[in-house]
Structures are given as structure tokens and as C-alpha cells.
């Protein structure tokens, strides 16, 4: 830490890991509340299929970039480097991508075949709701990974 010149005010220097997990936070932050549109929108049955069809596939979009910025943009090399150790667990995080990827095309193909009824409903909302559930874990043991791959690195240099 350092101080504002004439202020007298710590101040605190980013880096660009910083910079990636504070990016990483902020999606996961709008992951969760795009998941709370759709929730809200199932919830209210409308006539017309075509709101949740636009909203599944606007998650899956938002997916695919956030999937991507954390495989390619740094974020799994950043732990990778600070922790070689959980190596593993970033690869299974990764692997993770591409089934949470095919999920939600299935969640949108089912929501393409709108069929009105009540049983058709109710099978969207529960299906996306373990889908969204297994989502936020995921994103959750992201977030344990990066602390921890901090917290073994320090431990490391003592």
C-alpha cells in the first residue's frame, strides 16, 4: 500500500491478477442475476414462449464469453501459476465448461418446444433450477479455488 500524494489516504496498486479475478467476480455477479430473470420469468408462465427462449439464450451467449475470459483470459493460468498444486482442479473446473455449455442448449431446445401445459412448465422450471443451482456451485468453488491458490502461495514463501 501506498499513499496519495497530499492525502495522506492509503491507496491500493492493482495488478492485473487483480484486475482478472475483480472481471471474473463482476461476471459472476451478472451470471447470478440474469439467473434470477429467468427464474422470475418461469415463474410467471407466460402465453408466449419466445421471452424465455431470448433469456436462455442470452445466458448461453454471456457463458460462452465468461467460459472463455476465464480458460483463455487468464483466470485458470493465474491460479495455475500461483498454485501448480491445483493444477487438477482447474482442469475439472474446465471440463465443467462445456457440459454447463450443452446443458443449456438442451434447456433451450426444450423451451423451443413450447408446449404450453402446466407439466411442460413445471419441467423448464426444474430443470433450470438445478441447472442454475450446479452453476452457482461452480462458480462458487471458482471463487474457493482463486482464494485458495492465494492462500497456498503465501503459505509457500514462508
Do not use: V
Not at 16 to 38: M, N, V, Y
Not at 73 to 86: E, V, W
Not at 100 to 113: N, P, V
Amino acid at each position: 500500500m501506498t499513499q496519495q500524494p497530499n492525502s495522506g489516504r492509503p491507496t491500493c496498486r492493482t495488478t492485473p491478477e487483480i484486475d482478472a479475478s475483480r472481471q471474473i467476480e463482476a461476471q459472476h455477479l451478472a451470471l447470478r442475476e440474469r439467473i434470477a430473470e429467468i427464474r422470475s420469468t418461469l415463474a410467471k408462465q407466460f402465453d408466449d414462449p419466445n421471452l424465455i427462449i431470448s433469456q436462455l439464450s442470452s445466458l448461453s451467449h454471456e457463458l460462452k464469453a465468461h467460459f472463455h475470459a476465464e480458460e483463455e483470459g487468464g483466470f485458470f493460468s493465474q491460479i495455475k501459476k500461483r498454485a501448480p498444486q491445483l493444477s487438477t482442479d482447474t482442469a475439472h473446473l474446465e471440463e465443467e465448461h462445456h457440459e454447463f455449455l450443452g446443458q443449456i442448449r438442451d434447456l433451450i431446445t426444450l423451451a423451443e418446444t413450447h408446449e404450453g401445459s402446466e407439466p411442460w412448465w413445471q419441467r423448464l422450471k426444474e430443470e433450470f433450477h438445478e441447472y442454475s443451482k450446479a452453476l452457482m456451485h461452480h462458480e462458487s468453488l471458482e471463487n474457493q479455488l482463486l482464494q485458495r491458490s492465494y492462500n497456498e502461495d503465501i503459505g509457500s514463501h514462508d
